[in-house]
């Protein structure tokens, strides 16, 4: 299963592209990757603060044979990025329910998911964040980035295309061509 792969300097929120193109487009399965992101958003809302360096691409997929809750889903792909983080960084990754990946306490990942509906299909949408070279300040919610933990800068695009491939392994498991 291959991702069809959108490239953008800037957007508004990886999300709302995803979603654009979805409903726009024949394309069922996806990834949006940007530089930056104007209006990234988090769960409730909360804004998703964007520096540039760090990742931030969205994933879609139809959910057809995917016989999957949302909230195995929500693991599952928790786990799916944990893997490639664990690539870089060999102790200890943890989760914060629902949807967060912390290191040493510290927030390195947040996952947004939304479910969605075009022409009697349900797509899931999972907008990814991580901080790979620079952590943003929140009060009462410590954060880290992986240049920090592992004193060494690693190549944001080969990073983010091992995402994408782990990504595609997993949905290869349940759309066979």
């Known amino acids: 299963m291959k991702l069809k792969q959108f490239n953008f300097v800037k957007v508004n929120s990886t999300n709302q592209t995803a979603i654009r193109i979805l409903k726009k487009s024949d394309t069922d399965f996806g990834i949006i990757i940007t530089e930056t992101q104007k209006k990234g958003k988090g769960q409730y809302g909360r804004k998703w603060i964007s520096y540039k360096g760090n990742i931030f691409l969205t994933i879609f997929y139809k959910l057809e044979k995917i016989n999957f809750t949302i909230n195995k889903l929500t693991k599952t792909n928790c786990l799916l990025v944990k893997k490639v ?9 943890s989760f914060k329910s629902p949807n967060d990946l912390l290191i040493k306490k510290k927030k390195i990942c947040g996952i947004l998911q939304e479910k969605i509906e075009k022409l009697d299909q349900n ?35 080969m990073f983010q295309n091992q995402l994408k491939i782990t990504f595609e392994k997993f949905l ?5 061509s």
């Open 172 to 176: 290869s498991k349940y759309y066979k």
């Open 123 to 157: 797509y899931l949408i999972v907008g990814i964040g991580l901080n790979l070279i620079r952590s943003p300040k929140i009060k009462n919610y410590p954060t880290t980035n992986l240049l920090e933990l592992t004193k060494y800068k690693i190549d944001k695009k």
């Open 85 to 93: 983080i664990s690539k870089y960084y060999k102790k200890k990754i």
